[in-house]
T-cell receptor, first 111, second 115 residues
Framework: EADIYQTPRYLVIGTGKKITLECSQT?????MYWYQQDPGMELHLIHY???????EKGDLSSESTVSRIRTEHFPLTLESARPSHTSQYLC??????????FGPGTRLLVL | QKEVEQDPGPLSVPEGAIVSLNCTYS??????FMWYRQYSRKGPELLMY????GNKEDGRFTAQVDKSSKYISLFIRDSQPSDSATYLC???????????????FGQGTILTVHP
């Protein structure tokens, strides 16, 4: 079983608030990813990192930012949440190009 | 046009049925093919992984890749109610280049196996 954790699991917050979604993995994987998933839709990559101090934007434009100061930690931040940010956010990690392990996800609702 | 197309279903089958799930793709650079299973309110978990063309079997699950047709399939034999979930296909290009290591997902097929 994959050891990748996300907190909080559920978050309801008002417009304009700053939020940080946490993601940690204990497998020592260099590569980490953030995906956004809306109901009935495919996962879209919004950020990825190939190691400490390495971050790149994914295929789907996002107003969020990420940081990678430690191998095991890859937080995602929204400076000012808006209703359009309502979605499920999934964090994943991998050591190779094929086996990405996913966390349980954070369901975000912005009112 | 999306790079990966997957019929969203939903698909409803009786227990014990053989289930066939499929994806088509357009990017000939894809070399790694995966199937993930996602239960409601959970993250996806890796079921099967195949490199290039061919078949791979793991218990009740068989993954097939036909690169000439750009078509992949997942077969589930003797389906069980516990197989009820959303099944996502995912693909990754060959090593090298800016897309290395990044997965492109299908929309997911919702499967329900009823007793």
């Amino acid at each position: 079983e994959a050891d990748i954790y996300q907190t909080p699991r559920y978050l309801v917050i008002g417009t304009g608030k700053k939020i940080t979604l946490e993601c940690s993995q204990t497998m020592g994987h260099d590569k980490m990813y953030w995906y956004q998933q809306d109901p009935g839709m495919e996962l879209h990559l919004i950020h990825y990192s190939y190691g400490v101090n390495s971050t790149e934007k994914g295929d789907l434009s996002s107003e969020s930012t990420v940081s990678r100061i430690r191998t095991e930690h890859f937080p995602l931040t929204l400076e000012s949440a808006r209703p359009s940010h309502t979605s499920q956010y999934l964090c994943a990690s991998s050591v190779g190009e094929e086996t990405q392990y996913f966390g349980p996800g954070t369901r975000l609702l912005v009112l | 046009q999306k790079e990966v197309e997957q019929d969203p279903g939903p698909l409803s089958v009786p227990e014990g049925a053989i289930v066939s799930l499929n994806c088509t793709y357009s990017n000939s650079a894809f070399q790694y093919f995966m199937w993930y299973r996602q239960y409601s309110r959970k993250g996806p978990e890796l079921l099967m992984y195949t490199y290039s063309s061919g078949n791979k079997e793991d218990g009740r699950f068989t993954a097939q890749v036909d690169k000439s047709s750009k078509y992949i399939s997942l077969f589930i034999r003797d389906s069980q109610p516990s197989d009820s979930a959303t099944y996502l296909c995912a693909m990754s290009p060959n090593a090298g280049g800016t897309s290395y290591g990044k997965l492109t997902f299908g929309q997911g097929t919702i499967l329900t196996v009823h007793p």
